[in-house]
């Protein structure tokens, strides 16, 4: 991984920090789609996410850490959950909440977000008691952050936490209401823009775009915000609605910018900017017509002889989305050791970002030999090339 001033500073490093971030955004769909499959199987009923500390922050800048951030596990769960303890304080602590909503509206356009954990320490630990300073700060701080719930539209929050009193091991207290029952300043701030919050407006339609580059910058969405800021508030400030958005926003695959990540030129290995898939199951078919899950690099037995049945279900992470124009189609392609073409589908549904789709009964054609036989999954744009995740298999014949 870049090492941590290498995440902090600009530098000659700054294509290389691009892609680790795209291998963390990779990293992050898979763990956490799978986990969502698994619960969904069990539960189709519910909406399936967690909590996300520090993903999405705009100001979060700490020693080279990288927080999880929006782009790819917006396509994993069912609804972004960012925690707000950076946003607790004045009104100029509090407001930048409101771009990392509309950070959150780019990178999932369909999806709610709530703040998953926000709250104030009032525990002063030299006295073990409440500080009635710290009760009147959470009070005003709890007024902005509902100014931001009300102004950017947020989906919903999770205050933390409900009873007060001194919690032993955190040496905190969190609370909204006094051990006895009775209010406390910040509940009746609960009590006041609790309804205000519930019944404000919806979240409104952009008029006002600012284009943003992630590769550009080795800290993230922190300097994205840097660069930004002054025209997002501006725009605010004139009764505009900002929206975020890419070079890539809008497109698909047959006018996808020429881009590999790091804003490098495509080379054939460099993995393209706004184009990408995961596979987020292969079933292979088993002599008795059953399917059975495929670990990558897994050997397997063919379905039957000289022929692999597969059902593969895909998801497009990139922003463009994949057409189903003749020119610029995008395939399903089985490669053999040699990069060869042995088996090709064409997908002829349009699929945009986070959609994904399932293509049954892929067959490829096995030699008739005996041994090992690897087989390579990808996508393939007519005009761009192969892109996304590369699915590897060994068949024994």
């Not at 509206?105 to 300073?133: F, L």
């Not at 008029?207 to 993230?220: E, F, L, N, S, V």
């Not at 030699?367 to 390579?376: A, D, H, L, W």
């Amino acid at each position: 991984n870049p090492l941590p001033e290498q995440i902090d500073t600009d530098g000659e490093w700054r294509v290389m920090v691009a892609a680790y971030r795209r291998f963390l955004d990779t990293l992050l769909y898979k763990k956490y789609a799978e986990a969502r499959r698994l619960v969904r199987s069990v539960d189709p009923n519910h909406l399936v996410s967690f909590r996300m500390a520090e993903a999405g922050n705009p100001t979060f800048r700490w020693g080279g850490r990288i927080p999880y951030d929006f782009p790819y596990l917006a396509g994993a769960v069912d609804f972004l959950a960012p925690e707000a303890y950076g946003r607790i304080g004045d009104w100029e602590r509090t407001k930048p909440g409101w771009f990392e909503r509309e950070y959150a509206r780019w990178a999932a356009p369909t999806k709610p977000m709530i703040w998953a954990e926000a709250g104030v320490n009032t525990w002063d630990v030299s006295r073990m008691e409440n500080s009635r300073e710290r009760l009147t700060f959470a009070a005003e701080a709890y007024r902005n952050f509902y100014r931001l719930l009300i102004e950017s539209a947020a989906d919903g929050v999770f205050f933390w936490w409900y009873p007060g009193g001194f919690r032993v091991g955190e040496n905190s207290d969190f609370g909204i209401i006094e051990p006895d029952g009775t209010d406390r300043e910040v509940t009746q701030v609960i009590r006041e823009w609790g309804p205000k919050f519930i019944n404000g407006p919806s979240l409104k339609p952009v008029d006002y775009w600012i284009t943003i580059d992630r590769d550009r910058h080795t800290d993230g969405v922190a300097g994205i915000y840097r660069e930004v800021q002054d025209s997002f508030w501006k725009a605010i400030e004139q009764g505009k609605t900002p929206g975020l958005k890419t070079s890539g926003t809008g497109t698909d695959s047959c006018s996808s910018p020429d881009l590999a990540v790091g804003n490098t030129k495509p080379n054939g290995s460099n993995p393209l900017k706004y184009l990408d898939a995961a596979f987020d199951l292969v079933e292979v078919m088993g002599p008795d017509g059953n399917w059975k899950r495929v670990a990558p690099n897994e050997k397997i037995r063919p379905s039957r002889p000289g022929k692999l049945v597969l059902h593969v279900m895909l998801t497009n992470l990139g922003e463009s989305t994949w057409s189903a124009d003749p020119k610029c189609k995008v395939s399903l392609l089985g490669l053999d050791s040699e990069g060869r073409i042995i088996s090709r589908v064409d997908l002829t549904k349009p699929t945009t970002r986070f959609e994904s789709i399932d293509v049954t009964g892929f067959e490829v054609d096995l030699p008739n030999s005996s041994g090992s036989f690897k087989i390579t999954l990808r996508l393939s744009a007519a005009n761009k090339g192969m892109f996304g995740e590369a699915f590897a298999m060994v068949v024994e014949l």
